[in-house]
């Protein structure tokens, strides 16, 4: 279990790096997105909550992260992600930027907590 925690945790790295690159594209060409390339986008937050699903399993079964702040990472990732639902425009070129960057900041975080999983 430990292992799919890891593998899924590069996926959920790669999957959210190609989200926001794809976004920020999307946004720097002025493209109004629509059908798949939507899903693209929610899939950082699809993989994120997997993660967190994998993460609270291990907990229960007594498994722990080395560093205590793999926990505020992985918290963090997820919040920033979901965060856009919020908070972000109505305008829907400057909501694509936001999910974009959000993305980017999650893979960012998801690198930082494989650093202090092990």
């Known amino acids: ?24 594209i999307a946004y720097r060409r002025g493209v109004l997105l629509s059908g798949a390339a939507i899903h693209l986008l929610a899939l950082p ?45 109505a305008d829907p070129r400057r909501r694509l930027l936001w999910f974009a960057v959000s993305a980017l900041v999650a893979a960012a975080l998801g690198v930082r907590g494989t650093m202090t999983g092990a």
């Not at 999957?15 to 920020?24: D, E, I, M, P, S």
């Not at 609270?56 to 007594?62: D, I, K, Y």
């Open 1 to 24: 279990m430990v292992d799919a925690h890891r593998y899924l945790a590069y996926a959920t790295i790669a999957g959210c790096l190609f989200a926001g690159v794809f976004g920020l």
């Open 45 to 89: 937050q699809t993989l994120l909550i997997a993660q967190a699903a994998f993460g609270l399993l291990l907990l229960s079964g007594n498994y722990r992260a080395s560093d205590e702040l793999h926990y505020v990472y992985g918290g963090v990732a997820l919040a920033v992600v979901l965060s856009p639902w919020f908070y972000a425009p």
